[in-house]
């Protein structure tokens, strides 16, 4: 550490430049990196990694500022920080994270981001930024080995796999139909690596509570959680998280790339940075109603392990997943 450095007051511009902040919560203290250009979300996102406060169970408190904190899009460039000053963190941590979800209110609806916004968002260099700096902070624990010449399917949890919305005395009752048949089917071609937006806790919870992490007929091979998405800025939209497929990409380059990886989630949005990898799918909602016709899985079982054979699965419009006839496929690759 330079001597001069802890006298000089952080002030704006500073856009690459690491900012180091303290912040207090509980009677501790805590500190903090951060880069000029990282949003407010992201400052909440370390904070959360530090105290398992939840960002949206946050409120920052800092002399004069507290207004601008209350907007996850602003700049940590755009604000007046001090390093003689410290800033204060309130907020719980989830204890009941079940009925936390249960309670939560509706998450915002899909939305479409138009093909050219989409190419925008993936080309940006701040993205990149965000996504070379997600690949150096975040930790991915793998659960099993990854394997050689395997594809890899990307899981997301809440109305993909799981109807968190519903209650039910057992929370087998709002398990999508055919979960484990299709991790059965999935895994002979597959790695499988589920990421959910929500906290690594509940991401533990929710797997073993379905039997999905004791499964004898498949591995998982990894759990990520919302600390591995990144904030992007949409000119249409505004703000919103996603789930860089890049990360695991960079952490695995000798067995996933953007030609052999597969995302299913019930939001669009989430595949932004890899628009050519991600399927949408139909979203499992009202699970007492649903649980005897939903053959969604059964149907994704079948074009996983069609196209599975292809070197290249990238090249697929997933949007038209369901009319996929693998014959008429060669057939035209040939011509
Ligand atoms: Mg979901």
Redesign the pocket.
Known sequence: MAAGASSSSLTSPLTEEEITLTVKWSGKEYTVRLCGDDSVGELKRRICQLTTVLPKRQKLLYPKIGSKLADDSTLISTLPLKSSLKMTMIGTVEDDIIVDEIDAPD?VDDFEIGQEEAVDIKDKDVNKQKLRRRVDQYKIELKNPCRKGKKLLVL?????LFD?RSTAENPLQLMRPYLHQFLTAAYAEYDIIIW??TSMKWVELKMEQLGVLSNPNYKITALLDHLAMITVQSDSRGIFDCKPLGLIWARFPEFYSSKNTIMF???RR?FVMNPQNGLTIR?FRKAHANRDSDRELVKLTQYLLAIAELDDISILDHNKWESYDESNFKRRRQT
């Open positions: 998450i997301d949890i809440d109305y993909t968190h959910s937006a989630d019930d939001l989430n979203p």
